[in-house]
């Protein structure tokens, strides 16, 4: 009995580390009217079930050769540092990566290897001579429960002429329960370093054991879509549970790449296998949001409400859809819900203080930030928000506080860099602004999509030219990728460097053809060039790539009625109207094309609908105003045309346009190489 009592320390440590834990708290109120001896012996009984039913994956030493003398390729200590590198493929946190927490996870197994921490510690039953191991064994015996072995050997490649830093090796490996081998592979790679090794030794046993772990491994963390495709797709399932959410990480990932109609495939297939699954339906509305569909989201956001009312993701997400309407008291009301669910997250308390500004409750908004960095003292948005808060109130020094505060918490993140980098700007410190700049670029981490991430927030920010720094050194990073170059492009072309950004556009469409965003910003470009024709063809590329993207098409109208090719113009404007209703520069382009074409009365009534979903658009007044000039409505063109002078500043070109017809008679007074398009695109 003491040997027994001398174990409940390390017992008990076992059981809060794992999920063992929540069935004794189910449970735990039946257990007080049972009294402690009872008790003990339930525990110690559902304890050992437990263990023998407990997923695991045994990791046995892998096979070194002896002339590999490195300490690191120990046997043992190769099987150690597999395990730690499984472990963390199979505890990604998902709340980090993706909108949707939790939607993709399997059941996890735990691992045991060489007495991992984790491993149940064996005592000796009281009153009896068998160890609780022992029997473990042999109820797993007797149910036939077999886990699965992790193993190997490590062979080097000959190679006498190459000098020990620069050896091969052919790594072998399998997983074997009973005399079933579930996985065998090798493969071929330097001796480098243990960790390499042991890291792609993980990443194949765990495709091979859950290839959806695998899969959100691969996609959410290591930012490869593709990977994670092709791991589902060697690795299908037939559970239709499985199945189903296999299905839905492929039509988030699909929906990611802009294929709207395979995601929404995918999503589907999914609802049909499980259709009270209400996970799938959060994340086929967060599909239909980052297309642009709010509406059509927030019905699937309700569909996954009704199936589960206490979706923290689904009210939040909704949240989001309803602001995206312009509907900010219901996104309020929502993020409130949100809140009232789990308190705990930053979020909502984020997204709250965001809508409570637009609706000119900034002190509200203020409080809902600080309480954001109480729930989360690392939350990120929740410090840039309170900061830019206490920027609007003049309270410079608090937020430049609130600022470093952030690059304390992490120090190899560029965001706070920057945003301290803002308000420098602002108050006119320029050398120390692009002091916090370069220390931006230095701390983000070298990789491609840390880079760009820190480029679009600066973009964000109205500092293309300091996003055009971070562009280039994702370009520096890799050359090979299409998305740097695209990014890079685009910046060029905010700050009015046309060539380059011609050229950066151009090395993007090589490397990748099928991508809609570097077709467009090239066709964007060039129409700033004024070379329609090309621009055209480009945009036509990137409306094939992704058939529902409202910009190209309203782009292509541009080009097109440039060309004179007012009809071709028309119905790409009908096509990004078609695809969001609420585009208030579709519409207006549209009139203008339909004006060309004689169609007076379409004309000036879509050109009107343009003014009505944006009235503070200043182009959509300039061609309104350009339209009724077209009509020979004098009076109300000049009063339009001095609204859009108005809302776009003494630089907009409705300025000129306005002092022409003040000039004429009457008559004609525009270009008639621009006709009602104007000058803007």
């Not at 809060?16 to 039946?30: A, E, H, I, M, P």
């Not at 730690?84 to 909108?99: A, M, P, T, V």
């Not at 570097?518 to 590329?541: C, I, M, P, V, W």
Request: with cysteine; charged share 25%.
């Amino acid at each position: 009995m003491i040997a027994f009592l001398s174990k409940l320390p390390s017992l008990w440590k076992h059981f809060v580390s794992s999920r063992f834990v929540k069935f004794l708290q189910t449970v735990g109120g039946f257990a007080k009217r049972l009294g402690w001896l009872r008790t003990s012996a339930i525990a110690v009984l559902a304890f050992t079930v437990y263990e023998a039913f407990r997923p695991v994956i045994w990791i046995r030493p892998f096979s070194v050769p002896q002339s590999i003398e490195q300490q690191q390729f120990r046997s043992d200590a190769l099987a150690e540092r597999v395990m730690e590198k499984i472990r963390l493929i199979y505890s990604l946190d998902l709340d980090k990566y993706q909108r949707n927490p939790g939607t993709f996870l399997q059941d996890e197994p735990s691992f045991d290897v060489l007495g991992a921490e984790n491993e149940a510690p064996d005592f000796e039953i009281p009153g009896t001579s068998l160890s609780h191991r022992v029997i473990i064994n042999y109820l797993q015996s007797f149910l036939r429960i077999e886990p699965p072995t992790l193993t190997g050997d490590l062979e080097l490649v000959p190679a006498a002429s190459q000098a020990a830093a620069d050896r091969s090796v052919i790594v072998s490996c399998r997983i074997i329960q009973g005399s079933r081998i579930l996985m065998r592979d090798s493969f071929q790679t330097q001796l480098r370093g243990v960790d390499s090794i042991a890291q792609q030794i993980a990443e194949k046993a765990v495709a091979a054991l859950n290839p959806m772990a695998m899969a959100n491994y691969l996609y959410f963390l290591k930012k490869d879509g593709k990977a994670a495709l092709q791991v589902l797709d060697a690795h299908p399932s037939d559970n239709p549970r499985d199945k189903a959410r296999e299905d839905t990480l492929r039509g988030v990932i699909l929906s990611d790449e802009h294929k709207w109609s395979e995601a929404q495939a995918m999503f589907q297939k999914a609802s049909g296998l499980t259709p009270k699954d209400f996970l799938i339906y959060v994340d086929w509305g967060g599909a239909l949001f980052d297309a642009g569909k709010y509406a059509d989201a927030l019905d699937m956001y309700a569909k996954a409400l009704k199936l589960n009312p206490s979706s923290y993701t689904a009210v939040y997400n909704s949240g989001l859809a309803l602001f995206d309407l312009k509907r900010k008291d219901e996104a309020i009301t929502e993020y409130r819900k949100a809140i009232s669910i789990d308190p705990n997250r930053a979020g909502a308390y984020v997204e709250l203080g965001f809508a409570l500004r637009d609706e000119g409750k900034r002190d509200e908004a203020l409080a809902a930030y600080q309480k954001a960095v109480e729930m989360d003292p690392k939350s990120e948005i929740g410090y840039i928000a309170l900061g830019n808060a206490y920027e609007t109130r003049g309270e410079y020094d608090e937020a430049l506080k609130t600022y470093r505060d952030l690059t304390n918490i992490n120090s190899t993140d560029g965001f706070p860099y920057v945003a301290i980098a803002s308000l420098l700007a602002k108050q006119n410190k320029s050398g120390d602004a692009a002091a916090a700049v370069e220390k931006a670029l230095q701390v983000t981490p070298k990789q491609v999509s840390a880079y760009l991430d820190l480029g679009d927030f600066m973009d964000a920010g109205d500092h293309s030219d300091w996003a055009e720094q971070a562009y280039q050194a994702a370009v520096d990073t890799d050359a090979t990728s299409a998305d740097a170059y695209a990014h890079l492009g685009a910046a060029l072309r905010e700050n009015k460097k046309l060539p380059e950004a011609e050229t950066a556009l151009n090395r993007a469409v090589q490397l990748d053809a099928a991508d809609a965003d570097a077709q467009r910003e090239l066709g964007f470009a060039l129409l700033d060039d004024e070379k329609y024709s090309d621009a055209t063809n480009h945009l036509s590329a990137a409306v094939s790539s992704d058939p529902t993207d409202v910009d190209s098409y309203r782009g292509l109208c541009f080009a097109l009625g440039f060309l004179d090719r007012f009809k071709d113009a028309v119905a790409n404007c009908q096509k990004a109207v078609e695809i969001d209703p609420t585009d208030p520069d579709g519409y207006s382009l549209l009139g203008a094309a339909q004006e060309e074409l004689g169609e007076r009365e379409d004309a000036l009534a879509n050109a009107r609908k343009a003014t009505e979903i944006d009235p503070q658009n200043a182009d959509a007044f300039y061609r309104l105003g350009l339209v009724l000039e077209d009509q020979n409505k004098i009076p109300e063109s000049k009063e339009v045309l001095k609204k859009a002078a108005d809302l776009g500043g003494p630089e907009h070109f409705a300025n000129d346009a306005l002092r022409q017809l003040e000039q004429s008679s009457g008559g004609a007074s525009r270009n008639p190489r621009l006709g009602t398009f104007g000058h803007t695109h």
